[in-house]
């Protein structure tokens, strides 16, 4: 197996898995660390198997099962998420998945299944390397302050966006999937620091005037953005992309000249999602 770093900052190929012969544990705990180095892995993947990608996925935590309204289901595997352009599945905005919940997805693994010539890529910034990119002194000012994240500003944005989702908006603010995230938060596995907030999601800040978390919100949220925080990547059929979520924020780029259907399993924490705010 050779490990190749593919951006300055994040993101490496790795290559010689081969999955015709089977997925061993010694081969997905060294993609384990090629992913705690990097953030982001891709791994040619034309002959891995639904089993194989679960497998792998199982790794990092518990699978979360397709809830969502936004995407499609698999037709036998519950734990898969079809993401299907012709579907109309689109996630066109920097986020980090969940972080309504109080145990979001740590990891993502997405399987290219049908790839547009052109367009399409998904795009990543470091939430690591954007908090590091701060001056002390701001890092300072944002240890300690505590971020509520909601579903519903996800559907509230849209609506004010121009999108008829009026009966959606007040079905997700009713949900009540709302929790409370350090902004700066610790890396599980690294001890890295990073940014965890996100402009899907995140609301608020707490215990800071409105005008003042705005411009805070607004701040960190554009100064993520520098292109050399980014990592790119454009699709070919088979690449198995794995990203980890508590390092970079993605956006998958809406521009797909083609169909394009990607299959995707994320793996939680603990499969013990919470509802309501914790204090
Ligand atoms: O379609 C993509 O590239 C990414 C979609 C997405 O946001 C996700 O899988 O969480
Ligand atoms: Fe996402």
Known sequence: MQIQQIGTNIGARIEGINFEAGLDDETIDAVADALFTHQIVLIKADAMTPEQHLKLAERFGALEENKTDQFGEHPTVPQITVIDSEAGHTASMWHADETFLQNPPLVNLLHGKQIPATGGDTAFVSAALA???????FQELLDGLEAI??????????????????????????????????????HRETGRKWLSVNPVYTRFIRGVKKLEAQMLLDMLLQHMQKPEFGFRHHWSEGDLLI?????????????????????????????????????
């Not at 908090?131 to 002194?137: A, C, D, I, R, T």
């Not at 849209?158 to 079905?171: K, N, P, R, T």
Request: hydrophobic share 30%.
């Open 131 to 137: 908090y590091e990119g701060l001056s002390p002194k």
């Open 243 to 279: 990203w980890d979520q508590q390092a970079v924020q993605h956006y998958a780029v809406n521009d797909p000249s083609e169909r394009r259907v990607v299959h995707r399993v994320s793996a939680l924490a603990t499969n013990d999602t919470y509802v309501g705010v914790n204090d």
């Open 149 to 186: 994240h909601d579903y519903g500003h996800l559907y509230e944005q849209g609506w004010q966006s121009g999108y008829d989702l009026g009966s959606h908006v007040a079905d997700a603010l009713g949900k009540g999937l709302i929790t409370s995230h350090p902004v700066v938060r610790e």
